[in-house]
C-alpha cells in the first residue's frame, strides 16, 4: 500500500484547506484511516481517524467543530477538511491507514507527510 498525501501549504489564520491521500497497490485489505500530525519539537499526534464504511469518525479535542475528516472507497481517497485554521494547526501532517496484509497480521501504512503552515 503507497499513500501520497496533497493540498498542504500557507494559510491565514481563519482559513481553510483540505487534504487528500490517496492509497494505491493492495488496497483491498485497507480498513480503518486516519490523519496525524507532528510540529517540530512535539511528538506524532493524532488529529482525526475514520472506520472502514465511514460511518465512525474521531477527532482530537483541539480540532472538533474546525476538522472534517471523511472517505470515498470508490476512489481509495481520504479527506481532511480543515477550517477555522489556526496557527497552533502548524504541523506536518501524515495519512495512515491499517491494512490486513494477510492471517492475523495487519499492518500500518503511512504517507510522505505534506506541511501545513497557518500565520497568525
Known amino acids: 500500500v503507497q499513500l501520497v498525501e496533497s493540498g498542504g501549504g500557507l494559510v491565514q489564520a481563519g482559513g481553510s484547506l483540505r487534504l487528500s491521500c490517496v492509497a494505491s497497490?493492495?488496497?483491498?485489505?485497507?480498513?480503518?484511516m486516519g490523519w496525524y500530525r507532528q510540529a517540530p519539537g512535539k511528538q506524532r499526534e493524532l488529529v482525526a481517524s475514520?472506520?472502514?464504511?465511514?460511518?465512525?469518525?474521531n477527532y482530537a479535542d483541539s480540532v472538533k467543530g474546525r476538522f472534517t475528516i471523511s472517505r470515498d472507497n470508490a476512489k481509495n481517497t481520504m479527506y481532511l477538511q480543515m477550517n477555522s485554521l489556526k496557527p497552533e494547526d502548524t504541523a506536518v501532517y501524515y495519512c495512515?491507514?491499517?491494512?490486513?496484509?494477510?492471517?492475523?497480521?495487519?499492518?500500518?501504512?503511512w504517507g510522505q507527510g505534506t506541511q501545513v503552515t497557518v500565520s497568525s
Open positions: 497497490g493492495s488496497t483491498f485489505g485497507i480498513d480503518d
Open positions: 475514520i472506520t472502514s464504511g465511514g460511518a465512525s469518525t
Open positions: 495512515n491507514a491499517d491494512s490486513w496484509i494477510g492471517g492475523t497480521y495487519w499492518k500500518k501504512y
